[in-house]
């Protein structure tokens, strides 16, 4: 086997031109393919800190068909008892409490409909970014009664800045007329339009107020410390609510129900970045298929000879083997190397993106993105590499096998 292995080397560096032009070109594909499928997974984590940070949190407790419905009715009757759970659950950072109400709101000269949020101005800075998205005026304190941040887009609409009121009209909890008139103390932009132009949000007391809640809530929303953690915190918790408080038929939603769209859009890209790929690796494997038919027709004179001296097809074609898989270990190392350095590199540094910052502001990402790290990143391309081209150069070594000594030797 050694001495097989001394003749597959030797082999490789009888055409080091050919030889070191194959193996960059895996190297090559293995490194773009390490960075992009890290520069993928960045921007996925960049995207979904990014989502529910400003609303959903990692994980929401809500009645049962809440989410579907978003019914006024379906109410989390007891949220402080929830709260307490979170309070004792590991890996948890922070809770709030919510209350929602599609209704409509007029000002002066125009009237939309929009979803009211109410929010607990202290327990909403601990578990979203609505409070560093103030561009105009300030965000609500725990005192204000009547206040309201607006999006940026529904005030834009609306006509109204800061300091002008609006009328809210909607239908509360136990079926009364929901009215009030409040004014604009601060006006947001999260960046994502949908959210900008239907949502306002009001403290979650006088909300409780105007729409008759007696307490209750539509959400309790936590933050955990990482998406790792999300899994075990929804079990925990589901498990403590189905404890401690049964009759309030309560459910457990992490963030891949919560932002299902976000997933679909994330499925997608992954569609297409597959696709990409695939044919990056094609056209490796039709180099490395090139560089070992070349092979086989520049040596078959050899092969002729060394079969007629009694060396057996399956030893020749082993050796072809050990050839290309040689081959492409070296590149996919070389790759795998180079693909971690330029990824570290941006990964500490960022990759500034700002010819492309409007398509980046309606999904709500920084023109900054930081590829990640990670196993997966790291070795699935390479792997895939390593196999499509291996099974491509079975074709030729294989092709050995067939090949006639007294013909080869007059080739």
Known sequence: MSIDIKMAWRNIFRNPR?????????AFACLLLVFMLSFQ?????????????????????????????????????????????????PGVTGHTFRANAFSLISSKERTYGAMVVGIDPTGESAVSTLKK??????????????????GRLLAKNLNVGLGNELVILGQGRDGSIAATVVKIKGIF?????????????????????????????HEVVALGKSLDLVPEIKRIV???????????????????????????AIRMDLVSGFIFYIILIIVVAFSILNTFLMVIFERTREFGVLMSMGTAPGRLTKILLIESSSMTMVGIVIGIIGGILVTWYFQVH????????ELLRQYGLPERIFPQLSQLSVLTGPAVVLIIT????LYPALKVRRLSPVKAMMA
């Open 18 to 26: 050919r030889s070191i032009l194959t193996i960059l070109a895996i």
């Open 41 to 89: 997974f960045g921007s996925y984590d960049t995207m979904i800190n990014s989502a529910v940070m400003i609303h959903t949190g990692h994980i929401q407790v809500q009645a049962n068909g809440y989410q579907d419905k978003r019914d006024i009715r379906l109410v989390v009757p007891h949220p402080d008892a929830v709260g307490g759970i979170l309070e004792k659950t």
């Open 133 to 150: 998205l103030i561009r105009q005026g300030n965000y609500l304190s725990s005192n204000d009664t009547n206040q309201a941040l607006v």
């Open 189 to 217: 932009s999260s960046g994502q339009d949908e959210f900008d132009r239907s949502s306002i949000h009001i403290p979650l007391g006088y909300f409780q107020d105007v729409y008759a809640m007696q307490g209750s809530v």
């Open 238 to 264: 589901s498990k403590s609510i189905e404890d401690t408080i049964p009759k309030d038929h309560l459910v457990t939603l992490d963030w891949t129900q919560l932002l299902p769209g976000l997933i679909q």
């Open 350 to 357: 960022g990759i500034l993106i700002s010819g492309a910052s």
């Open 390 to 393: 291996l099974l491509t150069a």
